[in-house]
């Protein structure tokens, strides 16, 4: 992967090991992921991969290990330490609040990085209207990029599962992040969902996000990225660009030969 003048990664993790009750989920796992990327992480079922972005993310805490935005340490940080630093995640089983509105759901999101906090926000003032009408522009702007600008008004439960991932990407985006982490973005939904939700992470990428990617979809992960890291039973046993992988011996023996076939 290649990186920036002067070689560093945007996010880095170096060293990173879990174990749950003497299994190990992940073995002292490196990875970098250069600024503007793509990146795919795949792997078997059990290989490591959610430990590793939940770990990544502070929302679980590791046995060792440490990781990095653009040099600065985030190791041991709360998730709304990793989302004011520049980090965002969406999850596997999409969360929402039903009865609010798209617009009112994506608001809510911003509230992580707009550095009004609870305090600021009872006494309301100057700040907390500036924040608010920033927040709304914002998530108007987004509404509009994902498709769903005609529904801005109406409570996310009227939403189809993959309009529900879509809303969530969005929201991953409302806190303006550097680096974004999509756990399974196209599991469960329809193919021209999947394009749909291929065009929008290129978009996204194109305006300077960078993106690790979790998804069993590995035909997904091969026309989308331009680098993909392969873990089995919590170690990477390959990393490089998609033309490398579907030929790596590690990588058909892990897949038993058949998911990353043409």
């Known amino acids: 992967m290649s990186n920036r003048a002067g070689g560093r990664p ?8 879990k174990r749950y009750f003497g299994l190990t989920a992940v073995a ?8 503007g990327a793509i990146v795919g992480l795949i792997g078997p079922n059990g290989s ?21 935005l653009d040099g600065a340490e985030l190791t041991g940080q709360r998730p709304h330490c990793h989302a004011a630093a520049g980090v965002a995640r969406t999850f596997q089983t999409v ?41 709304a522009r914002h ?14 008004g109406a409570p996310a439960g009227i939403l189809s599962y993959g309009q529900r991932k879509l809303l969530a990407i969005a929201a991953a985006m409302m806190t303006r992040p550097k680096f974004v982490v999509l756990d399974e973005p196209v ?4 193919p021209s969902m999947i394009l749909r939700i291929e065009t929008l992470v290129r978009q996204l990428n194109e305006t300077g996000v960078t993106f690790l990617i979790v998804e069993h979809n590995v035909e997904f992960i091969m026309s989308l990225c331009r680098s993909v890291i392969v873990m089995e039973q919590g170690r990477k ?3 490089g660009p998609p033309s490398l992988i579907r030929n790596d011996p590690r990588v058909l023996d892990a897949y038993l030969g058949a998911v990353v076939d043409e």
């Open 237 to 239: 046993i390959a990393d």
């Open 187 to 190: 599991a469960g939904v329809n």
């Open 48 to 68: 490591g991969k959610s430990t590793t972005i939940d770990c990544i993310t502070g929302f679980q805490a590791p046995d060792a290990g440490r990781w990095f």
């Open 28 to 35: 002292d796992l490196r990875l970098a992921v250069p600024p």
């Open 139 to 152: 998530a108007a702007d987004l509404l509009r990029t994902i498709g769903l600008a005609e529904q801005a």
């Open 10 to 17: 945007l996010f880095e993790v170096r060293g990173l090991r």
């Open 95 to 135: 969360r929402s609040y039903d009865e609010l509105s798209l617009r009112d759901n994506l608001i809510v999101a911003a509230q992580s990085r707009d550095g009004i906090g609870w305090l600021g926000a009872l006494a309301g003032g100057r700040a907390l209207r500036r924040a608010e009408a920033a927040a």
